[in-house]
């Protein structure tokens, strides 16, 4: 019996590690927070490539903007469709002829493919009177061309204003 008993003395005092150091394998933390952020960068831009991608076709870039009055004015120019979310657009552009002016200037959202609402400013200064159209409209492709029409076509003296932004 005292032979049992010895054995596992000698074992304790054999394991025991007297100096007190930890034999444990340091571990660098920011290696560590480092490899997480990794993931989670990774993780995060693969949402922000599904929230960027449109729904329907993409708009991005120049468009011929036109303009056209029952009194006869006609402006041509151009408009230019920045992107800055999923069919979402910054848009800005103008069209001239002489002293007579469009600009339009604002945001747009692409809801279906025959349908873009505009958010901002249209402004046109014709035959030196000044309209401006300032609430949320609506572009539609009436399928009558290759153009979205806005569909507020009704200026404040009662003509017919047709604002047209061609794909």
């Not at 074992?11 to 927070?33: P, R, Y």
């Not at 029952?70 to 069919?87: E, P």
């Not at 959202?109 to 901002?120: A, C």
Request: aromatic letters at 8%.
């Amino acid at each position: 019996m005292k032979k049992l008993l010895f054995i596992p003395l000698i074992l304790i005092a054999f394991s025991c590690n007297k100096t007190g150091e930890n034999n444990a394998k340091d571990v660098d933390s920011t290696k560590i927070i480092d490899s997480i952020n990794a993931v989670r960068m990774k993780y995060n831009d693969s949402i922000r490539a599904l929230n960027n991608k449109n729904n329907y076709s993409d708009l991005s870039g120049k468009h011929k903007l036109t303009f056209v009055s029952d009194d006869g004015v006609s402006l041509t120019g151009t408009v230019n469709f920045t992107k800055i979310m999923s069919d979402g657009y910054e848009v800005k552009g103008n069209a001239k002829s002489g002293k007579n002016i469009l600009i339009i200037d604002g945001k747009a959202d692409r809801v279906s493919p025959k349908h873009i609402n505009f958010y901002g400013k249209i402004t046109q200064t014709i035959n030196g009177k000044t309209e401006s159209k300032s609430n949320s409209n609506t572009f539609r492709d009436e399928g009558k061309g290759d153009f979205f029409r806005l569909q507020q076509k009704i200026n404040a003296q009662g003509f017919v204003d047709y604002i047209d932004i061609w794909k």
